[in-house]
């Protein structure tokens, strides 16, 4: 049978049309899609290291599950005093600024520390180190849809709001300890939870500290895909991206809004960012800073050279300075 080439062209123009199509939907639903269901980072070699031998690191590990299933690891110094790598250097960086430390193994507070978007619980533990050298309990958990959390559904604060109370307080009356004094340190959507949670009535918590944290998730959302799409495209994406969004969650990208939020934080506050955040940019960060009321105790870091991933591991001291202003109000 003789091939009809004429018709060749005609199909060749639908596939390539139906791609032109097809593709950038695609490419939109899957960008909705991480943003309500980012993909959940397994537990790492370094993860698995510290939890063999916790001792190692100068902790001593306790873990739970809450009635909401939500899993929890609670950090604390080893009664013995002997301090890991980390717990040395900052306890050596802290006593050479002249900061009067409590002995090696005692506990003064309590810190709930919330893990930033796509992270897990087990990434805190070297933080928790530090923190735990110092003299804090530090108490780290799952954000759903995240870690070993059976949620599904990533809300950036506004459904998770009630759970950094939560966990200390089941937490406090699992291993029966006060959950007074406490604090609470988020990181990225970790800082956006925490907000939420230092704003609520009668919030049990004396001092916060976020970490590259965003001013709305719409401006994030927004400043990427304008990345993507140029200024004229990226408008249209993040409508599209956004209303998907809506869809899967039930929630508006604009309900993420913690610039509202930090004019009722009513405890000392620091807030760092790093100046080369490419994720977050730093002018979304330090209108946040600006928003605290007059009459609060602030403190704005930022963070020479970093960006959102490595905000918490370059020369600048920054342990140092979190820890310090931690030991300052929680204790």
């Known amino acids: 049978m003789r091939h009809n080439r004429s018709n060749d062209p005609p199909v060749k123009r639908r596939f390539i049309i139906t791609g032109i199509l097809v593709l950038p939907l695609a490419a939109i639903w899957w960008a909705a899609d991480q943003l309500a269901h980012p993909p959940r980072r397994p537990l790492q070699d370094y993860h698995h290291e510290f939890l063999a031998d916790p001792s190692a690191h100068g902790v001593v590990l306790k873990s739970f599950t809450c009635a909401d299933n939500t899993p929890v690891i609670v950090c604390e110094s080893a009664p013995s005093g002997v301090l890991g790598k980390r717990g040395q250097t900052i ?3 802290m006593l050479k600024k002249k900061i009067v430390l409590p002995p090696a193994g ?5 810190l709930v520390l919330v893990h930033g978007r796509r992270g897990r619980k087990e990434d805190y533990l070297l933080i928790a180190e530090r923190f ?9 958990f799952d954000l759903p849809a995240h870690g070993d959390h059976p949620g599904a559904v990533a809300c950036y604060g506004v459904k998770e709001s009630h759970l950094p109370e939560m966990v200390l307080r089941r937490a406090a009356a699992e291993f029966g300890f006060d959950p007074q ?57 993040r ?5 998907l969004f809506e869809w899967q969650t039930g929630m508006e990208i604009g309900a993420a809004n913690s610039l509202k939020l930090v004019c009722d934080l009513k405890c000392p506050t620091l807030i760092a960012h790093g100046s080369s955040d490419r994720v977050i940019p730093i002018g979304y960060g330090r209108p946040l800073y600006e928003a605290l009321p007059p009459a609060v105790e602030k403190r704005w870091i930022e963070i020479p050279g970093a960006d959102h991933d490595n905000v918490l591991i370059t020369d600048f001291p920054i342990y140092a300075e979190m820890a310090e202003w931690m030991l300052r109000h929680v204790q």
Request: positive net charge; contains cysteine; glycine residues 18%.
């Open 91 to 93: 306890r050596g960086q």
């Open 181 to 237: 004094p406490c604090g609470i340190m988020g990181i990225s959507m970790g800082g956006a939870v925490g907000i939420r949670a230092a704003v609520k009535n009668e919030a049990p918590w004396r001092a916060t500290v976020f970490v590259s944290t965003f001013d709305t998730l719409d401006h994030v959302l927004r400043h990427q895909a304008s990345g993507l799409a140029g200024s004229w495209g990226g408008s249209g994406l």
């Open 106 to 110: 005692q506990i003064v507070g309590s």
């Open 132 to 140: 735990c050298a110092v003299g804090f309990r530090c108490i780290l």
């Open 239 to 243: 409508w599209i991206t956004g209303w």
